[in-house]
């Protein structure tokens, strides 16, 4: 089955590449290093977009006997390459630009030209943004974007709204240098905007290794999803008692492994049907718990059965 790019990926794509063209012939003209720090943090975040189709596509290979599970987590591994090399070439190199600038105390020209383009591109990122945000389905951002931040195991999307907000963050604080180095005549204020732009970069990667790490580790799924499990579990007449209940994030799915004890059975077939119909029952009620493993208990093994 062909891999599905989610939309936000391709609008922060399309968007990148058009203000990275628009900041760096900008930066060229004017010798701008703000500016040129922006067309730094586009041009990488067109090379994360990139990496991001590449990593979506490579999960969509079909499971195999190595990998039963599938290639779901390839996206982990490729959002851990965006985040490094977002932080290392997009917010060092940033960095770097603003404090050869402000030690060199290079002048700037035209600099109206710089603020007309930032401002232009502050558009661009905040319609990128929005758009990024619309994808996502009206119930689960119902709760908040941070909420949805947290939750959500769509790591594309997450990384690419994550990219425009910070994209959108330091045009800001690359047109706050700009017009005042414009203001002043003090071509050092630009140069303190590129070293703003580098420091947002940073953070921003350094969020998003996080959540990438606690994804790539293992991580179970939000509370209130093993809460609704749970209840649903209890309210099944074939269920007496839950032993245990672990629900794992997978990817953008849930892996579920049940110990319980259930009613009596008659024999080991009207067992297995039983298993087998809460099993089914379980992911047509939790379409997002891709595999579920039902494990019946007796109560002489006690609270907790190895």
Known sequence: MPATIPRAVWYALLSNVVVAICKLAAALYTHSGATLAEAVHSS??????????????????????LHPFGFGRETHFY????????????????????????????????????????????????????????????????????????????????????????????????LMGTALAALTGWAGFDAIGSIGVGGVMMVTAVFSLRET???????????HVRQDMREWLDARPEVERIVSLIVLRWSDSHVVAVQAELAHQRDADDLVRTIDQIETDLQRAFPSARWVFFEPELREHGEHPV
């Not at 990488?44 to 006997?65: K, M, S, T, V, Y």
């Not at 030209?113 to 929005?130: D, K, P, T």
């Not at 790490?213 to 509370?223: F, M, N, P, R």
């Open 44 to 65: 990488a975040d067109c090379f994360n977009q990139i990496l991001l189709i590449a990593g979506r596509r490579a999960a969509h290979e079909r499971p195999d006997e």
């Open 79 to 174: 959002a851990m390459l965006v985040a490094l090399q977002f932080f290392i070439v997009g917010g060092l190199l940033s960095v770097g630009i603003g404090a050869w600038r402000l030690w060199h105390h290079s002048a700037l020209d035209h600099p109206l030209i710089a603020v007309a383009v930032l401002l232009v591109s502050a558009v661009i990122e905040g319609n990128a943004l929005r758009a990024s945000i619309r994808t996502i389905d009206r119930k689960r951002r119902a709760g908040g974007l941070w909420r949805w931040f947290r939750e959500t195991g769509q790591i594309e999307t997450m990384l690419s709204i994550g990219e425009d907000t910070a994209a959108l963050a330091g045009v800001t604080v690359s």
């Open 213 to 223: 790490k606690s994804l790539i580790v293992g991580e179970s799924a939000h509370a």
